[in-house]
């Protein structure tokens, strides 16, 4: 059935519920792009000399969508908390490493750091694990937007899915 609409305010609710619709539907693209790029991260690597809190793991989330002056807006991205999260210094690392910061062996900020780094002599997707270990999957964050294309491209999409032509 057709969407009557018989003036301005019922045309921006139209435009609007429109507007999240798509907005959620690329927003879970995303989400599961990133989502699946850091657990193919953790599969491939297990680690020797210090015990997996998979925190990094659960911080990636997804923000409610919210009305801006423009439009609308959301975002995928690593939970500030774990970004600020120190992990304690354990004792099985040489306390001369680099990044031993006041009794905290790392910050969450440099784990994601290490994790979407890739060595900049390998053109593959190789980058290192904890800083210490060379793994095929580094940088999890850019490989996996590089996987999904322009967004723009993808909200294109939903928008014609939605039922808006796009020329």
């Known amino acids: 059935m057709a969407t009557v609409i018989k003036n301005g305010k019922d045309l921006d609710k139209l435009f609007e519920k429109i507007a999240k619709k798509m907005l959620s539907d690329v927003q879970k693209k995303v989400y599961k792009a990133i989502d699946d790029s850091i657990k193919q991260y953790y599969i491939e690597f297990t680690p020797k000399i210090y015990e997996r809190t998979e925190r990094l793991l659960t911080s990636l989330v997804k923000t409610d969508i919210v009305k801006t002056k423009n439009g609308f807006a959301c975002e995928v991205k690593i939970d500030e908390d774990y970004l600020n999260y120190a992990y304690p210094y354990t004792g099985k ?29 390998d053109d593959s997707d190789g980058g290192n694990h904890g800083y210490t270990a060379r793994v095929n999957s580094g940088g999890f964050w850019d490989r996996a937007l590089k996987e999904l294309g322009e967004i723009i491209d993808i909200l294109k999409e939903n928008l014609i899915k939605q039922g808006i032509k796009i020329t």
Do not use: T
């Open 93 to 121: 690392f040489d306390p001369s490493y680099p990044h031993d910061y006041d009794g905290r062996f790392a910050m969450g900020m440099d784990v994601v750091n290490w994790a979407n780094f890739r060595f900049p002599d």
